[in-house]
């Protein structure tokens, strides 16, 4: 197979966003801190969503991961974090 490296970025206005939205009060503020701390869980979370799927797909003797091979190990990945 072959492997590929890319960053995975997320803004930190985004992730600040999608955090906010889990407030039930609306004057609760995110710090910095926590906006780039939930963004590189965020990172862990999907490289390691990433490479399980990866493994998955090998186990399968395929050649390109597909969502398939994401659904597959999802509940064990939720379940891990």
């Not at 590929?4 to 889990?22: C, H, I, W």
């Not at 597909?66 to 939720?78: C, M, S």
Request: hydrophobic share 45%; charged share 35%.
């Amino acid at each position: 197979m072959e492997e590929r490296t890319t960053e995975v970025v997320f803004k930190k206005e985004t992730v600040g966003k999608l955090l906010s939205l889990f407030f039930k009060d609306e004057k609760t503020k995110v710090s910095g801190d926590a906006v780039i701390l939930m963004a590189e869980m965020l990172k862990i979370f999907v490289e390691e969503a990433a490479r399980r799927s990866q493994k998955q797909a090998a186990a399968e003797d395929c050649d390109v991961v597909d969502i398939e091979h994401f659904e597959k190990i999802l509940p064990q990945l939720l379940l891990d974090f």
